[in-house]
């Protein structure tokens, strides 16, 4: 069995057999061995890197996804959900999609100032650019670094249309830009709420904000006149899918305009990840929910195929689906479809300055 760790998910730093990446021990100074020494593992601490890329708009042309954009501000996220899909990146880095995904980050700081620079080049079209597609925006370190704000002030600038999904109630942070701009038909914001279960979320997701907190954001974003949707991502079975039906009402309740669901998927390092958590932290039912996964994933950990990937198959992903659906008929959700305008933007002058403006 893994070791837990205080405050993290993963419950070690797993192998990457993809790019020859060994399995580590995660990296701890003085202070983590002295809070060692009692025989638990020890606390690990956020490192931050400074990343400078030379872009920072990310294009996909996914047919199950519907946006063609997005940014990231972060690399790794604190939050630690075990199930995160983007855990693999950082292999890429030579870093572990484990403990190293959730304890050593990268911020982009210059974000904002190559976002001014991509929406200035000649030719550019709007489209709505989606925020927390990969790791959250609203991550704790935003607290201090404030990226995310920064470039969703230039987007505030350009009446360009944003959406952003989060995990956190940092986001109300941010509403003297979002609800302007939500005002304009340029905003909309999904909260991903898990479960209502606080020991449940804590142990999934251990540095997310408790639901409680990601509900009353969304009463206040509703209060605020931002279009508000609720992403139920992941149900995780026998953990979390008897929640579904609560998790509607509760949304409902809290004036949510929709409401989603996508069952757990395990790509790449997340699958081994995910067992050693299970094992960790619900041995009594490790057996039966990957048993279940397998189930909706077609016989496999996971299923990448376009649309099938979102939906999962078989008769479980079949009644969680009518079972949603009641639920959404029953609470009025999903009966209409937000749309964002494209047609307000107005580019940043360039390098120049605005000659012709």
């Not at 899918?241 to 309740?253: G, P």
Request: hydrophobic share 40%.
């Amino acid at each position: 069995m893994a070791d837990k760790r205080p405050q993290r998910g993963a419950t070690l730093n797993g192998e990457s057999r993809r790019f020859n990446l060994p399995e580590r021990e995660a990296d701890g100074d003085w202070l983590d061995d002295r809070e060692g020494l009692d025989g638990a593992p020890p606390r690990l601490r956020t490192s931050v890197t400074v990343e400078r890329p030379r872009t920072i708009i990310s294009r996909n042309s996914s047919p199950d996804i519907p946006f063609d954009r997005s940014i990231n501000p972060y690399r790794g996220c604190e939050h630690g959900c075990i199930y995160c899909f983007a855990r693999p990146t950082h292999a890429f880095h030579d870093l572990s999609p484990g403990l190293d995904f959730e304890s050593k980050l990268f911020a982009k700081p210059d974000a904002p100032a190559l976002l001014r620079a991509e929406l200035a080049k000649r030719g550019y079209v709007a489209q709505p650019i989606a925020f927390g597609t990969n790791t959250d925006p609203y991550q704790p370190i935003e607290r201090e670094w404030r990226i995310t704000r920064g470039c969703i002030a230039v987007l505030a600038e350009t009446n360009h249309p944003l959406t952003v999904t989060t995990k956190s109630d940092r986001v109300v942070h941010d509403l003297d830009l979002i609800a302007p701009m939500a005002a304009k038909g340029l905003a909309a914001v999904a909260i991903s709420i898990t479960s209502l279960d606080p020991k449940i979320a804590m142990t999934v997701e251990p540095r997310a904000p408790a639901p409680t907190r990601r509900l009353a954001a969304v009463r206040a974003l509703v209060a605020a006149g931002v279009p508000t949707h609720v992403s139920i991502a992941p149900v995780i079975p026998a953990i979390t899918d008897h929640e579904i039906e609560h998790l509607v009402e509760r949304a409902a309740e809290a004036g949510a305009r929709s409401i989603s669901f996508i069952p757990v998927r395990l790509p790449w390092e997340v699958a081994p990840l995910f067992k050693a958590w299970l094992d960790t932290h619900f041995p009594d039912r490790a057996g039966k929910v990957m048993a279940t996964i397998a189930s909706i994933r077609q016989g496999r950990e996971n299923d990448p195929g376009f649309f099938s990937r979102m939906r999962g198959s078989g008769p479980w992903a079949d009644l969680l689906r009518t079972r949603f659906h009641i639920a959404c008929r029953k609470h009025g959700m999903n009966q209409e479809r937000m749309v964002l305008r494209s047609d307000l933007f107005r580019p940043p002058p360039g390098p120049q300055g605005d000659l012709f403006g």
